[in-house]
């Protein structure tokens, strides 16, 4: 039997004004809320690139906000029950469980 498994839902973090002169302005990041709540950061405009991995989304606006200089801009829209969670996946029991999720509608 399958199990229902939902897929993370992806942001942009967007800066108006960069306090630090390191990483600019406009698009800085891409990042990624996990179903468990916890975020990945990925820094995509500097020399230095990192990834970064937060219990969740709140400390990505407390830590990188800057006082609401930076946003964060959801790509993906939020699951119709209103939770973090997005669109809904099955995962197929006989295979691997990346690479046999299946999209449901």
Known sequence: MSQPAHLPRRFALHRRYDLSGISGTGLVAYGTQYPSGRVTLAWCC?????VAVYDGIDDIERIHGHGGLTEIRWIDPPA????????AVTLLPHRSRCAT????A
């Open 46 to 50: 500097s020399d230095v690139q990192s």
């Open 101 to 104: 999720a299946q999209q449901t």
């Open 80 to 87: 119709p029950d209103g939770s973090t969670r997005t669109a």
